[in-house]
């Protein structure tokens, strides 16, 4: 149970890496002309739409490597195949979270990716420029399958986790922890353009404490790639896996 | 072809051409067809702009049709691992509800542009892709509502909403594919539409090129295609005329240079003085050429496309009749699913576009390159090939005399030149003209002669330096009294025997030195002939030249076989022959004299005529100077055969198995639609990779080993290799 506390912290630390990716989205989708609520709506639903496909993301692996696993004869969690997930999971984890650290070179995705990556960038321009109060939610959508490290690190961990209901729930404590930055972020840009200062807008996404809760967020990334590394390789250490 | 008919004829995203009934729909105020609803949906995203745009309304609905349906799948998906199987049957039937709720605008938002084109199709009485996905998708939906309502202990609103994501997702992702396929072609397709800047008056105005006339001043900016041919008036640049020649390498610009449309604009901004119509230009008959090329299905498509037409029906029977085996002696819902699975499996999606896409792809690769074919066809043919039969004037040699060799008594072989270049310096005749030429390609200067007279038939006497010189054929000479040296009359003969023709130069009542004239090789004609021996084809020269000059031309470009005084007719039957005795005969020739050879080949090639393909009797036309690309052609024809096998392998294998899977219950509906939507978008892929089949751009030395290359560089200078006298 200790773990969704920690993922969600590790998802608000995270979020001053999304500050500088999604950020930027977040900041163009700008403000309702109707008021406050209605801005507040608007973020909200991009939000939602965003979670909900770390969600399915972490639920479908979350199945599908249980599903995995279950093609063995035992499906506990202290079972040989399951072990083997974790401790993948785990160094996965570790890899991604040494990488944020800085301590890794950086990974660039499979080149098959570019192809994807293209048509969610051309998709996402024209979302921003769409009215209506879906287009926000759709936006969320594609923005979460947009390649994303943290992204890939959580999965990797609800890959791990032995079910669908724990994997949607790492994504889902993961997602919730970058709530709070990216509204900010949807509300300071507001703010910022009102004042006119779109220089300002960039000096906050340069911000040298940025980095810090980049690295950060590796830092927690790494812990919970142990724990998870743990889980496979101690026998005892079952107990660690509460849900 | 008209313009509006091209239009109509193509799909306007992925360009490949339409077959059966398309998708009409107004874009941006245009109106738009396209071959499938990928398509449409892709386009309107790569080309709407601004706010109301229909593209983004498109995504919106791709968007939250996703957003219902991940969240439809994340509770199925916790219905499966068993997580609600410790709560009591009401928290069941929640659920069930809650699913349906989502389901409905899941099914209506993502499944209605699918549920239109059955309908459009079944009007036609035709059934597609399209009608199999739409009736899975409605039946899982149908029968998980019914659950709900009576009860039941299964709901699959998943596999209805998972399936429509999957199929719009991957038509999508295929149509994007198929477009970025066709980017090189996309210009050549809208040249007469492109848009041109014409300055008039000082105003610069926006015409289309099909509307330029004689004498209009066309400003080019940089990175802009030129549009038509002109002269350049002002500004200076460098040009890519890749399209036209052949040849990618940049050739720079200057006030008064041509300029010919097609060729794009390097760095600097030209003003063009138009020297034609813009439809008239060689660039605009390329454009048209290629799309009643597109518009011929290769016999591969048309039998594949034969295929998936008959695919449909028998899918439909197949999944009904595994539905009704499974529905026996099983429960009702495993035998729903499993039918679900096979209509699903089954969709010939990747097999209308095995063969369509790669062929298409050849055909712009080679149209980039200046190389025009007649149709996917041709291309297969092409493909076949075993003898390739050359012309020789004008194919392998450049058609003009040359001096090919010079032998002397022991004089210098320049100072033999010098005089001779002398005498011949006001000449009309060809071998004169030759005897100039060369002359001036070594540097020298000529001597000077008075008093030359020339006596038709025979040569040239004058003076030179006080001394009689004269420069005639051998007999004349003779006639003169003036003697040839037996070395050098020995050494004179053997040039005769190998099919040269002869002149005399002498001075001081003495035969000094011998010229042989003879055809010059083409620079590429060796590298070229090797490749194409290289790739195991076999290789003959057939001239209606005399045996010793048709001999010499054979061992110097190194064909198999040489025939030589062939009539028209005999080149026929020559043909004929050899295709009998090898298989598909290619015949290359200039494609000016020799149509009716050109036709009566398997396919006909002509290099450097390049004038309308319409009116070509070849099937292919290569560019001036483009016979250097007939190895590259010929492999990237095999390329596209190799794709277009592999895609239908692919397609057909893929098929099997599935079904094989599917109907013995072993493949899961959603599974399926994620397989077939993979399947697509691996054909896709796999032809993309013809993408990367570039001519290497000198292939006439980087093809040939190092010791050919040196041979050839001397044959791009043939008098250098001619003999050199005995010092």
């Not at chain 1, 791990?160 to 997602?175: C, E, K, N």
């Not at chain 1, 690295?215 to 660690?240: E, K, Q």
């Not at chain 2, 397609?651 to 399947?679: D, E, K, R, T």
Request: aromatic share 6%; net charge positive.
């Amino acid at each position: 149970m200790i773990e969704y506390p920690l993922i969600f912290l590790a998802g608000v630390a995270g979020s001053w890496h999304c500050v500088g990716m999604c950020g930027g989205f977040a900041c163009a989708l700008g403000s309702d002309p109707r008021g406050g609520t209605a801005t507040l709506v608007r973020h909200l639903t991009y939000n939602l739409g965003r979670v909900t496909t770390y969600c399915f993301i972490g639920g479908l692996v979350g199945f599908l490597a249980a599903g995995l696993c279950a093609s063995g004869a035992d499906a506990s969690p202290t079972s040989g195949a399951q072990r083997i997930l974790a401790i993948t999971s785990g160094l996965l984890m570790v890899f991604i979270g040494l990488q944020f650290l800085g301590w890794l070179r950086r990974f660039h995705g499979p080149p098959g990716l570019g192809f994807g990556g293209g048509f969610l960038a051309g998709a996402l321009r024209d979302l921003l420029r769409a009215p209506g109060p879906a287009a926000p939610l759709a936006f969320g959508v594609f923005n979460g399958f947009l390649p994303c490290p943290l992204v890939y690190a959580f999965a990797a961990q609800a890959a791990g986790s032995g079910g669908a209901l724990p994997g949607l729930l790492v994504m889902l404590a993961f997602g919730l922890g970058t709530f709070p930055a990216m509204l900010l972020m949807g509300g300071v840009g507001g703010w910022l353009r009102r004042a006119g200062r779109a220089s300002g807008e960039r000096a906050i996404l340069n911000f040298r404490w940025r980095q810090r809760g980049v690295a950060f967020a590796g830092a927690f990334i790494v812990v919970l790639g142990l724990i998870t590394f743990a889980r496979g390789v101690l026998p005892m250490s079952g107990h660690l896996h509460v849900l | 072809m008209s313009a509006t008919a091209a239009t109509s004829a193509f799909c306007s995203h992925c360009l490949l051409p339409i077959r059966g009934r398309g998708h009409d729909r107004q874009v941006q105020g245009e109106e738009h067809r396209f071959c499938c609803y990928g398509c449409c949906l892709a386009f309107q995203v790569a080309h709407g702009e601004g706010e109301e745009s229909e593209a983004a309304w498109l995504l919106i609905r791709l968007g939250v049709g996703a957003f219902l349906a991940m969240n439809i799948m994340l509770f199925s998906l916790l219905l499966y691992s068993g997580t609600f199987d410790q709560a009591d049957a009401g928290v069941r039937q929640v659920v069930h509800l809650v699913l349906w709720v989502l389901a409905t605008p899941a099914l209506l938002i993502l499944g209605w542009p699918l549920f239109e084109e059955a309908g459009r199709a079944a009007a036609d009485r035709c059934l597609t892709a399209a009608t199999l996905i739409s009736l899975g998708a409605g039946t899982a939906y149908g029968y998980s509502a019914l659950a709900v309502v009576t009860g039941g202990a299964e709901v699959y609103f998943d596999t209805a909403t998972m399936l429509l994501l999957l199929f719009t997702l991957g038509r999508y992702l295929e149509a994007s594919g198929r477009a970025r396929a066709m980017r090189d072609l996309a210009p050549m397709l809208a040249a007469e539409k492109e848009g041109v800047t014409v300055v008039e008056g000082g105003a610069e105005l926006r015409l289309l090129a099909r509307d330029v006339t004689t004498g209009m001043l066309v400003l080019v900016r940089p990175g802009e295609r030129i549009a038509v041919d002109g002269v350049v008036v002002d500004g200076s640049s460098h040009v890519d005329e890749a399209v036209i020649t052949g040849e990618s390498r940049p050739v720079a610009k200057t006030p008064g240079a041509a300029v010919l449309a097609g060729s794009i604009n390097h760095e600097g901004a030209l003003l063009i003085r138009s020297s034609g119509a813009g439809t008239a230009t060689r660039w605009a008959r390329i454009a048209r050429s290629v799309r009643q090329a597109l518009a011929q299905p290769s016999d591969a498509q048309r039998l594949a496309d034969r295929i998936a037409g008959a695919f449909v029906p028998i899918v439909l029977l197949l999944a009904g009749l595994t539905a009704l085996f499974w529905a026996q002696g099983g429960p009702f819902e495993a035998a729903l699913l499993t039918g679900l699975a096979v209509l699903v499996v089954a969709c010939p999606c990747g097999l209308g576009l095995a063969g369509a896409l790669a062929t298409s792809l050849g055909i712009g690769r080679l149209a980039r390159r200046g190389c025009l074919v007649r149709g996917g066809r041709v291309l297969e043919t092409l493909a076949g090939v075993r003898v390739i039969a050359f012309d020789k004037t004008g194919t392998l040699t450049s058609g003009t005399t040359h001096v090919t060799g010079i032998v002397t008594d022991g004089t210098p072989a320049d100072e033999v030149l010098r005089v001779a270049a002398g005498l011949e310096r006001s000449s009309e005749h060809p071998l004169g003209r030759a005897i100039v030429t060369a002359a001036r390609e070594r540097g020298l200067r000529p001597m000077l002669a008075r008093e030359a007279r020339a006596v038709p038939g025979r040569g040239i006497l004058g003076d030179a330096e006080a001394e009689p010189v004269a420069v005639g054929s051998p007999a004349w000479l003779a006639e003169l009294g003036w003697p040839v040296p037996v070395e050098l009359a020995q050494r004179a003969r053997d040039l005769e025997a190998a099919g040269s023709n002869l002149a005399c130069v002498g001075w001081a009542g003495q035969v000094r030195g011998v010229l042989a004239f003879g055809e010059a090789l083409l620079p590429e004609s060796r590298a070229t002939v090797q490749a194409l021996r290289g790739l195991g084809l076999h290789t003959v020269l057939l001239t209606g030249d005399r045996a010793e000059a048709a001999d010499r031309i054979a061992a110097e470009v190194g064909v198999d076989g040489c025939e030589p005084g062939l009539s028209p007719e005999g080149k026929r039957a020559s043909l004929k022959r050899w295709r009998d005795r090898r298989g598909p005969v290619a015949m290359v020739g200039d494609g000016l004299n020799d149509g009716p050879v050109l036709a009566a080949a398997d396919v006909g090639i002509a290099v450097g005529s390049a004038t309308d393909l319409a009116r070509e009797t070849a099937a292919i036309v290569l560019p001036q100077g483009g016979l250097r690309l007939l190895p590259w052609a010929i492999g990237l024809s095999w390329a596209v055969r190799r794709t277009v096998l592999t895609n239908l392998l692919w397609a057909f294998g893929y098929n099997s198995i599935g079904l094989g899977l599917a109907v013995s219950g072993h493949l899961q509906p959603v599974l399926a639609a994620v397989l077939m939507a993979g399947s697509s978008l691996l054909v896709v892929l796999n032809s993309l990779r013809l993408e990367r089949f570039e001519p290497s751009d000198d292939p006439k030395l980087a093809d040939a080993p190092a010791s050919e290359r040196r041979a050839l560089q001397q044959h791009a200078r043939p008098q250098a290799s001619a003999p050199r006298p005995a010092a």
